[in-house]
């Protein structure tokens, strides 16, 4: 069965853009979250979205934002786009939260801000 | 704030050889996962952990989980050159919400 989807794979931004990342779970999977991965700071949670509804939130400024459709494909946005934000992108889904489930990665979205 | 830490955070061992990846957290939890990621590639999922004394193992790698010392192992044994990748360790908490380690980047030498 097909993976989780991310789309783009690699975009270029400028200094005050904003940015639309996609994300496709895998069929059947409710839970979608998004981490931020940098060299300096690792992995950082983002946010958490179930049947549409933010679960949880990291702690990251209110020009990270995301949603979650009905179809459990989710967004993510960056507004007023910063050298610092650039990084990997990565969404991860599984059926639902915080029951053991494996957690599959997508294979994330390049961002890299000029 | 939880923390998660790895050590070593860096690791050149020659083929052949057994080595253990260690990672300690702050909190009270037991589900802790592992994740292989490769230069450049997304995070691979070696083991999902969910209560005390866990042991899994696939191939060369085994995992293990001790809440109560919050602590737990991911083992290699016999290296070879294709277990070269960065791993992680993560603790989750509430729904999918995970804290992640540092990473230990393993390179498998011939």
């Known amino acids: 069965k097909a993976g989780v989807t991310q789309t783009p794979r690699y975009l270029i931004k400028t200094r005050g853009q904003q940015v639309t990342l996609s994300c496709s779970p895998i069929s059947g999977h409710r839970s979608v979250s998004w981490y931020q991965q940098t060299p300096g700071q690792g992995l950082q949670f983002l946010f958490e979205?179930?049947?549409?509804?933010?679960?949880n939130k990291g702690n990251f400024p209110g020009r990270f934002s995301g949603r979650q459709f009905s179809n459990s494909r989710s967004e993510m946005n960056v507004s007023t786009l910063e050298l610092g934000d650039s990084a990997l992108y990565l969404c991860a889904s599984s059926l639902a939260g915080n029951t053991g489930n494996t957690i599959y990665f997508g294979e994330g979205s390049w961002l890299t801000v000029v | 704030e939880l923390k998660v830490e790895q050590n070593p955070l860096f690791l050149s061992m020659q083929e052949g050889k057994n080595y253990t990846i260690y990672c300690n957290y702050s909190?009270?939890?037991?589900?802790l996962y592992w994740y292989r990621q490769d230069p450049g590639k997304s995070l691979e999922s070696l083991f999902v952990l969910l209560s005390n004394g866990a042991v899994k193992q696939e191939g060369r790698l085994m995992a293990s989980l001790d809440t109560k010392a919050r602590l737990s192992t991911l083992h290699i044994t016999a290296a070879v050159h294709d277990l070269s990748a960065t791993y992680f360790c993560?603790?989750?908490?509430?729904?999918?919400?995970?804290?992640f380690g540092t990473g230990t980047s393993l390179t498998v030498i011939p």
């Open positions: 909190t009270t939890s037991d589900r």
């Open positions: 979205y179930f049947s549409e509804t933010q679960r």
């Open positions: 993560a603790v989750l908490l509430t729904g999918n919400q995970f804290y």
